[in-house]
């Protein structure tokens, strides 16, 4: 494996202006890539088609990764197919809702670097010069799903917090009431 930057550097290069998006066969793409990554020749490569997919943001985020695996020059390790499989129908639809425009993934290097550590992390491999502990924590202080997660707990202490005050302010005019009456 060569270093992150490396990585980024290719999304980051990715010519989608150059691609017809609508006539690209994901398939043939997937193909190339498991034949190249695994070596297992003309077998199933997925237990479903890509090619039916017609959201062009998450085609392109397609296209980004399946360039981005069949590079010669990348160092990447062979590829569990069932690893990849699950990635692409399920992570990567819900990175592409988080994220539509698939534009944001190849001039934004911090989203370039999540769509790089979110494969590499489904895939179990690592970018040289990086620890496993390294590479998880980095993961998980750019990944969009994290960073929304987090946004959800904070905004439901944020509302517990108000629930308690506005029940402490009732509990305080109840008692200031009762104390009037009493006098």
Known sequence: M?????????????AL??????????DALWFDVFFFRTGQGKTDVFPKSFDSITNLNLKALHIILANLLNDKEAQIPEIPKESLFEYLTNTLPTLCDLVPNYNTWTTDAERAEELIRSVFHSLGIFPENETKEYFKDRYLSIDSRE????????????????EIL???????EEEAASKYNRE
């Open 2 to 14: 060569l270093e992150i930057r490396y990585y980024i550097k290719q999304v980051l290069n990715t």
């Open 17 to 26: 202006h150059l691609v017809d998006l609508p006539s690209v066969s994901l």
């Open 147 to 162: 960073r929304i997660r987090i946004l959800d707990e904070t905004k439901k202490a944020q509302e517990r917090a108000k």
């Open 166 to 172: 506005r029940q402490l302010k009732q509990k305080e």
